[in-house]
Nanobody
Framework: QVQLVESGGGLVQTGDSLKLSCAASGGRLSTYNVGWFRQLPGKEREFVASIDRSGMITTVEDFVQGRAAVSRDNVKDTVDLQMNNLKPEDTATYYC?????????????????WGQGTQVIVSS
C-alpha cells in the first residue's frame, strides 16, 4: 500500500493562500486517483477536492468552489491543493488519500490509503 505524506500547512491570516502537497512512498502517486479531505476541530472528516489519475477530472466541493484548485505535478509526482482567500472556517487538518485507479473513479469515496495530515490555521 502506498504511504502518503502531506506538507504545506501552517498558520496564515484571513485572505492568504496556501499550497498543500501530497507525496507518496512505496508507489507512484501518478498511478492513483487522489483526494483531499479536511477535519475541522470537533467535526467529522469532509471531502474537499479530488483528481483522477489522468489529471483530466477534478472535483471541488462547494464550500471551497472558486477558492481551491487541485492539480498534479508529474515531475515531482505530487498532487497539490492550492487554496486562496483562506477564511478562519478553513482551519482544519488536511489529509490526502489515494484511491486505486483499477476501478471507476469515485471523487468522494473509496480511498484506501491516507496520510497523517497537515494542519492549517487561519487567523482572523
Amino acid at each position: 500500500q502506498v504511504q502518503l505524506v502531506e506538507s504545506g500547512g501552517g498558520l496564515v491570516q484571513t485572505g492568504d493562500s496556501l499550497k498543500l502537497s501530497c507525496a507518496a512512498s512505496g508507489g507512484r502517486l501518478s498511478t492513483y486517483n487522489v483526494g483531499w479531505f479536511r477535519q475541522l476541530p470537533g467535526k467529522e472528516r469532509e471531502f474537499v477536492a479530488s483528481i483522477d489519475r489522468s489529471g483530466m477530472i477534478t472535483t471541488v466541493e462547494d464550500f471551497v468552489q472558486g477558492r481551491a484548485a487541485v492539480s498534479r505535478d508529474n515531475v515531482k509526482d505530487t498532487v497539490d491543493l492550492q487554496m486562496n482567500n483562506l477564511k478562519p472556517e478553513d482551519t482544519a487538518t488536511y489529509y490526502c488519500a489515494a484511491q486505486s485507479s483499477a476501478n471507476r473513479f469515485d471523487p468522494r469515496n473509496g480511498y484506501d490509503s491516507w496520510g497523517q495530515g497537515t494542519q492549517v490555521i487561519v487567523s482572523s
